[in-house]
């Protein structure tokens, strides 16, 4: 059974911290610039460990963006430690950065948690440096957990009509995920109570988790989303932003060439066969408006169209409130599980609150003797019973 959310929506580590053995006598580097596809080059394709560029400082901040990238790609294949040829102090803030875009791009990397860099000292040799990605699971089983979340994907793409739209796809996997997977509540309390994560934990918060375990919190939903619309060729995007008092993940995606915020954890609802569209193909501007306020969210394409809202696709929306149109919106939703009215204003939500509910005018367009409603500040949501 699904738990109710937590109004504290939290995004578990959802900016690694990263860890750096420092040292002392550090050895000043030369100051050469040479071509970096070269140096890469030389570094991954040399058996000889003692071919070294370690007297290389790249002077360029593009070049040494673009070493740390092609570093943190070899993890794909499962790797967990590289010698670093290439490095010196003030490479750690940019190598940090790296890691942090790398993890956003590749939510199908389930197992890293955070990097050490080690410095290696043998008398009369030169100084080496090794990086080190600490994992959230057993090394011998990452195998077999990327094989499981395979399936687990395979699974979802199997049921997906190839003739369905970019909207029916996105929508399909949004309500797919939602009713296969739980909120975890007793995560969520230990990142606010500030308890020691164990490995399983910072697993369950990754696109495993979501998809194998049915268990984790809004940064899990956001990189299984990611990871399946991507399958779907489906441009996908990780989000992640800060109020002043909690931290949340969610998506942006782009359907026939527009970009639209998608976000399951709010979409989660008490009974684990309902899913709501509130957050649905929402604008910036909707974000900014809910009861949330962020004061920073990462760069991402502005969201304002509004063609693939869910209330406005299905025509669920209403500018201004009037009887009559609200009868037409209501009637042809008879036959679905919920009924919904969604308007651009608190003002326009309470005049029909006032009318339909108060003046029990909802009973001349739905013929039953009780009904069930719940309300925000733009939508009416009403259950027959």
Not at 281 to 294: G, K, L, P, V
């Amino acid at each position: 059974m699904k738990k109710k959310i937590s109004l504290i929506i939290i995004v578990l580590l959802i900016i690694s911290t990263v860890s750096v053995i420092f040292f002392t006598d550090f050895e000043t580097l030369t100051n050469i610039s040479l071509d970096i596809d070269k140096i890469i080059n030389t570094i991954f394709s040399s058996k000889d460990n003692t071919q070294k560029v370690s007297d290389i400082n790249l002077i360029s901040e593009k070049n040494t963006k673009k070493y740390c990238e092609t570093l943190f790609s070899l993890t794909k294949s499962g790797k967990t430690e590289f010698p670093l040829y290439i490095y010196d102090e003030s490479m750690f803030s940019i190598m940090n950065s790296a890691y942090q875009k790398f993890l956003d791009e590749n939510p199908e990397i389930f197992w890293t948690d955070n990097f050490q860099i080690y410095k290696i000292e043998s008398h009369g040799a030169p100084i080496q440096y090794k990086l080190v990605i600490e994992t959230n699971t057993d090394s011998e089983l990452i195998e077999k957990e990327r094989e499981r979340l395979d399936l687990e994907i395979e699974k979802i793409l199997s049921q997906i009509d190839k003739n369905m739209s970019d909207y029916e796809k996105a929508i399909f996997v949004h309500d797919y995920i939602i009713k296969n997977c739980e909120y975890d509540t007793e995560l969520a309390d230990k990142i606010v109570n500030g308890k020691e994560l164990s490995e399983k934990d910072n697993l369950q918060r990754s696109a495993y988790g979501c998809l194998v375990e049915k268990s984790t919190i809004c940064s899990g939903y956001a990189k299984a989303y990611q990871i399946i619309m991507r399958k779907l060729g489906i441009e996908c995007i990780y989000i992640y932003g800060t109020t002043k008092t909690e931290a949340h993940a969610w998506n942006c995606i782009n359907i026939d060439g527009e970009y639209y915020n998608v976000d399951l954890t709010w979409d989660e609802s008490e009974d684990p066969e309902e899913v709501k569209y509130d957050y649905f193909c929402f604008t910036d501007a909707n974000r900014s408006d809910s009861e949330h306020m962020f004061v920073t969210i990462t760069q991402h394409p502005a969201c304002t169209a509004t063609r693939y809202n869910y209330f406005i696709y299905n025509g669920y929306y209403l500018k201004e409130y009037s009887f009559n149109e609200a009868s037409k919106i209501i009637s042809k939703q008879l036959n679905n599980d919920k009924v919904y009215i969604k308007f651009p204003s608190k003002e326009e939500t309470e005049k029909a609150l006032y009318d339909l509910i108060e003046q029990n005018r909802i009973f001349n367009i739905i013929q039953v003797s009780k009904i069930r409603y719940s309300y925000t500040d733009t939508l009416i949501s009403i259950e027959i019973e």
